[in-house]
């Protein structure tokens, strides 16, 4: 069974995971602020007192920023040197955990449990469309961008009954 320790060569698996971030933010835009002064942003002034909202779906899908911005392509996030990924985005093409003074506290743990989570799920389970199911639709609603149908898979077991239950 994957372990914690196993994290730091997960790359690929945190690659897919920063893609799926980037594409399905967990909310569409990160909430309200206030300008506190003057200023200026990417060529477009912002007034004192304006309110500024960040829509999470544009930041990851903004072409200027990434080529065939609505396609999975986990390997964009790679390093080239092969070093470490994280899951949170320092440059902020797309923001996974907030940012700044008033981003996620658990940055580390959730980091940590997302990973977990999904090398566990991959590992001990094979997934597949139920036969029913010729395609898996994966649009979005335009009212709260939930998926416009359940996202239905069947998974089965692939390990011992016994690394199940601890």
Not at 118 to 125: E, K, N, P, T
Request: one cysteine or more; glycine letters at 6%; hydrophobic letters at 40%.
């Amino acid at each position: 069974m994957v372990q914690e320790s196993d994290i730091p060569n997960l790359n690929y698996l945190k690659a897919c995971l920063r893609e799926a971030f980037r594409l399905h933010p967990v909310v569409p835009f990160n909430p309200p602020h206030v300008s506190s002064n003057d200023t200026m942003v990417a060529n477009y002034f912002i007034p004192k007192g304006s309110h500024v909202l960040l829509s999470r779906h544009g930041l990851g899908k903004n072409p200027k920023v990434w080529s065939e911005p609505h396609k999975f392509i986990p390997e964009r996030h790679q390093k080239s040197d092969g070093s470490m990924l994280v899951l949170s985005e320092p440059d902020l093409k797309f923001v996974s955990f907030g940012t700044g003074r008033r981003g996620c506290p658990a940055v580390i743990l959730g980091s940590t449990m997302t990973v977990m989570l999904l090398a566990r799920l991959i590992h001990a389970f094979s997934w597949s469309a139920p036969p029913n199911l010729s395609s898996i639709n994966t649009l979005k609603s335009d009212k709260g961008g939930m998926l416009v149908e359940p996202l239905v898979l069947e998974a089965k077991p692939r390990l011992a009954s016994e690394l199940y239950y601890n």
